[in-house]
């Protein structure tokens, strides 16, 4: 429900900006968000987040309910719709159930917890490469197998931080990709190319 709700705000946003270089946006910061409550219409009341969360009610429920929206429609298949609609959306606060818990952490603290995240990984990396020149048991092969799947998660996280704009994040994680499996060509080339691009814009 989040990700139509992102959706929704896009699209909306490339309404307003039609005719303009910011009309046909692919993406937008997640501050714009905070910004919803405060563009106002002509009353003064409703917000452009009354608009998007109405919006999505309207499509969600003529989705649901395989009803076209014309001329038409009588009132009860629009009080159909729309009631559909909100079920749909009453489900946002469970997908959001953990962004309260999450604001009231301390971004530093965090930031700190996950670069000693990242440094005993890197020693775990190495442990698994003298294990492997050690050669093979029954338990030390099935502890090689968790901290490859373990380490190679990093690769999956760059490519979402790739995604989201993170690129300097994601140069880090592909490179503790490349920690454990150094010919891991996806990985070398993600990390090139976004060290070219980084290079490009600066």
């Known amino acids: 429900m989040f990700l139509k709700l992102l ?80 079920q749909v959306v009453s489900n946002l606060s469970s997908d959001l159930s953990n962004v309260k818990r999450a604001a009231t952490m301390d971004s530093e603290v965090l930031s700190n917890d996950v670069l000693k995240l990242s440094k005993g990984t890197t020693n775990l990396a190495e442990v698994v490469q003298l294990i492997e020149k050690a050669g093979f048991d029954e338990s030390s092969q099935k502890f090689t197998e968790s901290m490859n799947n373990f380490i190679r998660r990093y690769f999956h996280r760059g ?16 490179k503790y990709a490349l920690v454990l499996e150094p010919t891991n060509k996806r990985a070398a080339s993600a990390a090139e190319r976004l060290r070219n691009l980084i290079l490009k814009k600066s």
């Open 159 to 174: 490519t979402a931080r790739e995604m989201l704009g993170y690129h300097k994040e994601a140069i880090d994680d592909f």
């Open 7 to 86: 959706e929704a705000v896009l699209k909306t946003r490339n309404r307003m900006n039609i005719g303009t270089n910011r009309g046909d946006a692919e993406a937008f910061k997640l501050n714009t968000l905070l910004k919803l409550a405060d563009v106002k219409g002509a009353d003064g009341k409703t917000t452009l987040l009354h608009f998007v969360v109405q919006e999505i009610i309207r499509t969600e429920g003529v989705r649901l309910s395989s009803t076209n929206q014309t001329t038409s429609s009588t009132l009860m298949e629009d009080v159909k719709c729309r009631r559909l609609g909100l």
